[in-house]
Structure formats: structure tokens, C-alpha cells
């Protein structure tokens, strides 16, 4: 078996990893030149890698092989492990499969297409943000919100559909549901995951519920209503994901006229981290039809890392800039003996752990400091008051995912229930704003993330949670100090630890195993709690 094995995976890997690479160049090259034959051979060459997946014969070659379990080479086990995930979600009926994509871009062209009716005047997503988070007329409010709620019942019914269709799937497949079905492809136990929000839910909600005090005190008065009219409109935000505005801190001045780009090479340089290769193979600033966003890609899984950005010298693009960066390294230093197939991050949430506990410096005022962006004295009054932005944003973000978790979880256990009453009891219950007397609508459906990324969103949270996680171990276990605020500026024994124990791996072990093999426990929300909740 471990014979047949190895013979699979030469195959696999002679059609894989060149394929793979090509098709991540075209994408590389279609999200900077923005031209449709770039974006058409982009969609072709990943069209060709899912067909390798969803072949009938190859799976049944690993499936015989796992049943046999046969294999007693650890690596080689891990190998067919995460093969055999790969393969199995795609052993779907290609017309069920096809049927899936063809519903899913249908409710995506209705969310392009639709826009909000405020006032009989039609505006974007990114106006009723605007409006949402500028205006202190209630009823100017009110109307925003509404007029973007409105998208709800436009899609609702066909999300219904597409969570039922994915259920299918899922059963043919061997799963309960499709929520399941995707934890578990991920190798993320349901059950785990489901106690890791339970217990963040039992640290954060004393401080959320007092912080949340502090957000309402600040809205009322703002906004000039009582207390208790505060209404879903008021928190500036479509969904209160994202924190209130409420301290005075503008952390833009600090990066005004500044190389954004050079600070990160200064500051990645300073922990060991030789980014100036990746730096030159990047496409970091604004060009007509480029993505507007940022990312960044393994082309190869052998070194050959890129980012895409569009830098302007303000915090954003510096948080951004350090965040995609904290990827690359990741990719960069993933061990190169590596099986090809293993030569990937733990889990998509573990390079996001990177990613965010470096993107956080970006307010971090000793990193201010270190980065000769301003004095101490200055730095000692802004540190407070930045920091006060970060736990909220960290809060505020950290119960709406509570709120997206458990309603995935509900819905794909039973789509006939009530659905608009599930969102907004979870609402109320975990983000502590009341439902609009009498509303009974989907507002649920109005988050696109619910019909195009599903059961992902519960990952940015766990990627919160193993930022602080490493933070803690490296301040006290790597640097032995109790000051839980560092840059890690100037300390290249850091950036040693995370190489070695979070980046060469791979996907050697599975995600859990490899966060107990670095820092001694396994995934917690402890050290969240104790960075953002205390
Ligand atoms: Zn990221």
C-alpha cells in the first residue's frame, strides 16, 4: 500500500505542482492587468485543477488506501491524510456541483446589481457605509440601513436553496450537513470549534456588556436620542461589526509622507525576515484595472512569494502592508523538503494568526517609536488611546462572529426553521442590540459572506485568537518579559522562534497539534482575553 502510495502521489505531484503554478501566475497576472483573456485563462487553468479533484478513479485509489491503513510512515500518512480530504470534497455529482456555482453567481449578480433606495435615490454600499457612519439623523439613518436590508428578501429564497442544494452534497458525501462537511474537510472538529465560541462568549461578554455601555452613552449623545431608542441604525456600521468611532485618535499623521513600503522591509529586516526579494517580485502601488484590495500568493511553494498592494502612506495601508508581508513569510519559510502537497500553512486561520499579529503593529506605539515615526513622549500618550481602538474593534468584532458562527451552524441544521427570528434572537443576544419592533425580515441574507464564503467566517476569529496566543508565548517564553505591548523591533531571536515552530512545518501537523508543539497548549481564547478583555 505505502508502495501504491508513493506512486499516486509522484503522479499527482508531476500534473499538480506545475499546473498550479501556472494557474496562480494567470491569476497573479489578471488581478494586475484587469484584461478578460487574462481573467479567462486565470478561470480556465483553476476550472483544470478542480477537474484533477474531482476525478473518480483517483479517489478510489486513496480511499482504498486509507481503508487498507496500511500506512505506517507518519509523513507518508499525513500526505494521503490531507490528499484524501482534498479529493473527498469534490466526489460530488458534477451537475449537482455545477448547479451549486450556477445558483451562487446568480445571487452574487443580484447583490452587484442592487442598489439602495434612500430617498428615491439609488446609492452604493460603500455611500450607505458612508451615511451610517457620518450622519446623527435618525431618520437619514434609519433610512440608509433599511434601503441596504432591502437586498434581503431580493436574494433570501434562493439562498434557501443553495443551503439546501450544499446539504445535499454534504449527505452524499457522508455528512449530516454542509456546515459539518466544510469543518470537518478543514479538519476542524464542530464540536471543538463550538466550545472554543462558548468559552470566548463566556470571557468577553462582562466587558462587551460595559463596553457596550460606554458605545451607547457615546451614540445617544451623539446622535441626540434616549438610551433606550438606540436602534440597529445607530452603531454606524451595516451589521455593528466594525467598532464606533468614539476615541480621538488619528493614527494617519504618524505615516503621512512616509515609505510605507520601506518600513516594512525595516521592520521585517529587524526580526530576521529577508523580504527584500519578495518586496521586488511584488506589485504594490495603484494601476488602472489592478484589484483594488490586497493579497498575497505562493505562486510555486518553493520561495516564490508575491504580494499584491496599493499603497498610500496612511496606517491602513501600513496595517495592511505588514499583514500581507506576515503571510508571505509564512510561505516563504515553509520547510522546502516538504512534500509538495504538505508545503502549505497548518490551516488557512493559521496564517491569518501571522498575518494579524503583525498587521496589529501597525498602532502599536512602541512600533512608532522603533520605526523613528515619533518620540517616547508622544508615543506614551497615543499608546493608551490606541489601544483603547483596538479593544474595541477587537470586541465589537468578536461578538458579531459569535453571531455568524452560531447562525451558519443553525442554518445548515435546519433551513425550514425561522430564520430571520434565529438572527436576530443571536443578535440580540451576543451583540446586544435590540431588532426593530416587530421586524420580521431576512436580514440575515444581506451578508454576502453567507451565500459565496460559507462556514468560513468563524476562521478570523481563531486567527485572532492564535495572534494573542503567540504574543503571549513569545513576550514571556521567548524574550522572557512581561511587557505584553512590543514591537518585537530588533529582535531576530522572534522572528527564529515563529520559523521554526509555526512557518517550517508546513502542513506537517494538523493545526491544533503544531499550536501545542509551539507554544505548549493547544488553540485557546485565554490570551484574547487577557490582551483585549481584562
Ligand atoms: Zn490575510
Redesign the pocket.
Known amino acids: 500500500m505505502e508502495k501504491d502510495l508513493r506512486t499516486f502521489i509522484a503522479k499527482y505531484d508531476s500534473v499538480v505542482e506545475p499546473l498550479q503554478k501556472e494557474s496562480n501566475l494567470a491569476y497573479w497576472t489578471a488581478s494586475i492587468s484587469g484584461k478578460a483573456e487574462d481573467w479567462k485563462k486565470s478561470e480556465d487553468l483553476n476550472i483544470k485543477l478542480t477537474g484533477i479533484y474531482s476525478n473518480k478513479e483517483d479517489f478510489a485509489i486513496l480511499k482504498k488506501i486509507k481503508e487498507s491503513d496500511a500506512v505506517k510512515d507518519t509523513l507518508l500518512n499525513r500526505e494521503l491524510e490531507v490528499l484524501y480530504n482534498s479529493y473527498l470534497g469534490n466526489q460530488v455529482d458534477t451537475a449537482k456541483l455545477n448547479a451549486v456555482i450556477k445558483m451562487q453567481t446568480t445571487i452574487e449578480q443580484k447583490f452587484s446589481n442592487f442598489r439602495a433606495d434612500v430617498g428615491g435615490k439609488k446609492i452604493t454600499d460603500n455611500d450607505v457605509e458612508d451615511i451610517l457612519k457620518k450622519s446623527t439623523n435618525s431618520t437619514e439613518l434609519q433610512q440608509a440601513w433599511e434601503g441596504h436590508k432591502a437586498i434581503g428578501p431580493v436574494v433570501a429564497g434562493d439562498i434557501i436553496n443553495l443551503v439546501k442544494k450544499r446539504n445535499e452534497i454534504a449527505k452524499e458525501l457522508g455528512f449530516n450537513n454542509y456546515h459539518e462537511m466544510s469543518l470537518k474537510l478543514s479538519e476542524q472538529d464542530p464540536a471543538e470549534i463550538s466550545s472554543l465560541f462558548d468559552e470566548l462568549d463566556n470571557l468577553t461578554r462582562d466587558s462587551f456588556k460595559s463596553l457596550k455601555t460606554e458605545i451607547d452613552d457615546y451614540l445617544a449623545k451623539r446622535d441626540n436620542v434616549k438610551k433606550e431608542d438606540l436602534m440597529p441604525w445607530h452603531y454606524q456600521n451595516r451589521y455593528f461589526q466594525e467598532a464606533p468611532s468614539m476615541y480621538n485618535v488619528d493614527l494617519d499623521k504618524y505615516y503621512k509622507g512616509q515609505n510605507i513600503e520601506k518600513l516594512a522591509t525595516d521592520y521585517y529586516s529587524s526580526i530576521g525576515f529577508d523580504v527584500a526579494g519578495m518586496m521586488a517580485k511584488s506589485d504594490l502601488y495603484e494601476k488602472p484595472g489592478k484589484n483594488q484590495h490586497a493579497?498575497?500568493i505562493d505562486i510555486d511553494n518553493l520561495g516564490d512569494v508575491r504580494v499584491l498592494c496599493n499603497i498610500k502612506p496612511n496606517a491602513s495601508w501600513m496595517g495592511t502592508m505588514l499583514?500581507?508581508f506576515?503571510?508571505a513569510n509564512y510561505d516563504k519559510y515553509i520547510d522546502e523538503k516538504l512534500p509538495f502537497c504538505l508545503r502549505n500553512p497548518a490551516h488557512t486561520f493559521t496564517?491569518?494568526a501571522i498575518?494579524?499579529f503583525f498587521?496589529r503593529m501597525s498602532s502599536n506605539a512602541q512600533f512608532l517609536v522603533d520605526m523613528k515615526l515619533t518620540d517616547t513622549a508622544d508615543a506614551h500618550k497615543v499608546a493608551g488611546e490606541s489601544f483603547k481602538v483596538l479593544r474595541l474593534e477587537q470586541l465589537v468584532f468578536s461578538r458579531f462572529v459569535q453571531v455568524m458562527y452560531r447562525f451558519e451552524k443553525g442554518m445548515y441544521e435546519n433551513p425550514d426553521q425561522d430564520l430571520n427570528k434565529l438572527w436576530w434572537d443571536l443578535v440580540e443576544k451576543y451583540q446586544m442590540i435590540k431588532r426593530p419592533a416587530g421586524r420580521n425580515q431576512p436580514d440575515w441574507a444581506t451578508k454576502i459572506h453567507i451565500a459565496s464564503y460559507p462556514c468560513y467566517y468563524h476562521n478570523y476569529q481563531l486567527?485572532e485568537l492564535l495572534a494573542s496566543q503567540l504574543n503571549h508565548y513569545i513576550a514571556a517564553n521567548v524574550l522572557k518579559s512581561d511587557d505584553f505591548r512590543q514591537s518585537y523591533f530588533g529582535k531576530p531571536e522572534v522572528g527564529a522562534y515563529l520559523r521554526k515552530n509555526i512557518f517550517m512545518p508546513g502542513e506537517r501537523w494538523k493545526w491544533n497539534e503544531m499550536i501545542e508543539k509551539a507554544t505548549g497548549e493547544k488553540l485557546t481564547p485565554k490570551y484574547y482575553s487577557e490582551q483585549f478583555v481584562k
Do not use: I, Q, S
Open positions: 493579497y498575497c499583514h500581507e506576515g503571510h496564517t491569518e498575518a494579524m498587521g486567527g
